[in-house]
């Protein structure tokens, strides 16, 4: 029919071109339909990761950090006053740690439980007993702005920070004397009091309403726990991958009879609740997509029906099937770039904006809102456009195989099959 190539494409792309502008208000809809579907899959995307993003900063800044060590078999049996489950200082982790060029601090905790009394009321806390600094370092959102007072205090051992949720139990407030009843490793009991430096109000009610932050050595001397800790937190350098580092060293600290795990292995509600939305973005988009082929494979039909005639002269005068069938689908294709280059510009310059301006956010890791800030993805938008372009191509491999099925004689009946 046409001598090589580049002639025919040429031809194909002027053809299907003459098509698309026959019907101008049609063809503009589709293509608004595979443009809208790009445009939504990067923007929830990106917001999607921005937020996701939020929620693993706030778990690893706000008292969990990026990994944690812990002594072998404490998961087994997470009992952290049991002595063979502590970890001393000096222990071989604390050096690996110092020496890894991809940690920026570490902080040493020591958990345990008891009773608080205050004003006729005794409620069972959990204690978790830091060095303020390190502690600090390793989570630097666990006492911030919101809250009131300060945090736990090197130069003051006897002042407490507690939780919001058990401040209002107790009625307590900064500057009241409470006692604290726990055991030592022995298993007696002991008492001391202590004075309330600070109230933080921590993102899950169930831990506000029990924790109370403790320094250290102020707890080692109340539970008899003299160079004794529970875990070893964590936190890594920017732009770190945790899921990686704490691949590449499980092995060098089980070496150590030490356990590290990341802070997903620790904290697995985040994890689960990403991957649910995850898969609500994905069908979402997944539907937008579908949509778009919908249209793009309504529009072919159309045009093979409205062009049989054609169809006929061209296959009478030596097109062959396969020639007929790439017409069709260059008329696709030019739909999917077109719509999927309008899709992905439209797509980043709200996210663009998004990220100037900041999207609120109701953040489950501190009072009130706060501020996400997506951020655009080039490999991400590639991929995107490239699903939209390849849907509009799945979408024209029916019509045009049904176009190329057309036998001339029929086709100047306006037959198509």
Request: aromatic content about 8%; some cysteine.
């Amino acid at each position: 029919m046409l001598k090589g190539h580049a002639e025919f494409y040429r031809f194909a792309i002027a053809y299907a071109g003459r098509s698309l502008l026959l019907n101008r208000r049609r063809s503009l809809l589709t293509i608004f339909t595979v443009m809208l579907s790009v445009t939504v899959a990067i923007i929830a995307n990106r917001y999607s990761a921005a937020v996701m993003s939020l929620w693993e900063q706030g778990a690893t800044s706000t008292g969990v950090g990026h990994a944690q060590i812990h002594a072998k078999g404490y998961w087994d049996k997470p009992d952290g006053m049991d002595p063979g489950l502590l970890l001393t200082d000096g222990h071989p982790a604390e050096a690996a740690t110092a020496g890894d060029k991809d940690v920026e601090a570490v902080s040493r905790r020591l958990e345990f439980e008891g009773i608080v009394s205050y004003g006729g009321k005794t409620i069972y806390f959990l204690g978790m007993a830091v060095n303020p600094e390190d502690e600090l370092k390793v989570s630097p959102q666990v006492f911030n702005a919101t809250d009131t007072g300060r945090f736990v205090d090197s130069s003051d051992v006897t002042g407490v920070t507690i939780g919001k949720g058990l401040a209002e139990s107790l009625e307590i407030r900064i500057g009241d004397e409470a006692t604290l009843l726990a055991q030592t490793l022995e298993g007696s009991s002991n008492g001391v009091s202590v004075i309330v430096k600070g109230i933080v109000d921590l993102p899950v009610p169930a831990l506000s309403k029990r924790v109370i932050y403790v320094h250290r050595s102020h707890a080692q001397d109340v539970l008899r726990a003299e160079g004794k800790y529970s875990e070893l937190g964590i936190r890594l350098k920017p732009n770190v991958d945790a899921d990686q580092w704490v691949a590449a060293h499980k092995h060098e600290f089980s070496a150590m009879q030490a356990e590290l795990r990341g802070w997903w292995e620790i904290d697995t509600i985040i994890r689960n609740v990403e991957k649910i939305w995850s898969s609500i973005i994905g069908v979402i988009a997944f539907l937008l997509f579908i949509s778009a082929g919908i249209s793009v494979l309504n529009i072919i039909f159309m045009v093979v029906a409205e062009r049989t005639i054609e169809i006929g002269t061209l296959m009478a005068i030596g097109a062959k099937a396969s020639d007929i069938r790439r017409l069709f689908t260059c008329e696709a294709l030019i739909i999917g770039l077109v719509g999927g280059v309008g899709g992905a510009i439209l797509g980043n310059f709200v996210v663009f904006v998004m990220g100037i301006k900041g999207v609120p956010f109701d953040s489950p890791f501190s009072s009130g809102f706060v501020t996400v800030f997506p951020r655009i993805n080039t490999a991400e938008t590639v991929v995107v456009f490239i699903g939209g372009v390849l849907i509009c191509l799945a979408a024209a491999i029916f019509p045009s195989r049904k176009a190329a099925r057309v036998e001339p004689v029929r086709a100047f009946k306006g037959q198509v099959v």
